[in-house]
């Protein structure tokens, strides 16, 4: 198998290696995925993995926008792959965002140097404190999803 075949067949998921279920946590804080979400990753079919990719995409669009601006896309992607923080051709630039402040908020000084702009209420966060305030909302927001959800697996 070649090098690209091997990634054709490869399956994406939305793990950042820092699985917090392990740990007891019921939503995992690194890819806000349930527990039984990351342990049935691997059964569901292809189109249920993106749509469910799609809803992390949102979500974290959703949340990350309440604090933060991506004013350079451009400028975003560069820096990623300058620091080879891995991301998707399709993953918004603000769920982009989160994972350059996740990798690089304790080393991060001028966002706009990275596209990036704060929102005026968070004007004076840190990078490491405003991941921190992002976090927080991310994970409030999946816990909230899990406690509204039907019993059902549902994507």
């Known amino acids: 198998m070649t090098g690209n075949e091997s990634k054709a067949k490869r399956i994406q998921s939305p793990c950042v290696g820092l699985c917090s279920t392990t740990v007891g ?50 400028c975003l992607e560069a820096q990623l792959i300058r620091h080879r923080i891995r991301f998707r051709s399709d993953q918004p630039s603000l769920s982009r965002a989160v994972e350059l402040l996740r990798v690089g908020r304790t080393r991060m ?17 840190t990078p490491d404190a405003l991941y921190a305030a992002l976090q927080e909302a991310l994970t409030q927001e999946a816990l909230h999803r899990l406690t509204t959800a039907p019993t059902e697996h549902t994507v």
Do not use: K, N
């Open 25 to 74: 946590d019921r939503v995992c804080r690194g890819c806000q995925r349930t527990e039984d979400e990351i342990r049935d990753w691997f059964t569901l079919d292809a189109e249920a993995r993106a749509a469910r990719m799609q809803a992390l995409d949102a979500l974290r669009v959703r949340v990350a926008s309440r604090l933060l601006h991506v004013d350079d896309p451009a």
């Open 109 to 125: 000084q001028d966002l706009s140097r990275y596209g990036l702009r704060r929102h005026a209420s968070v004007a004076l966060y």
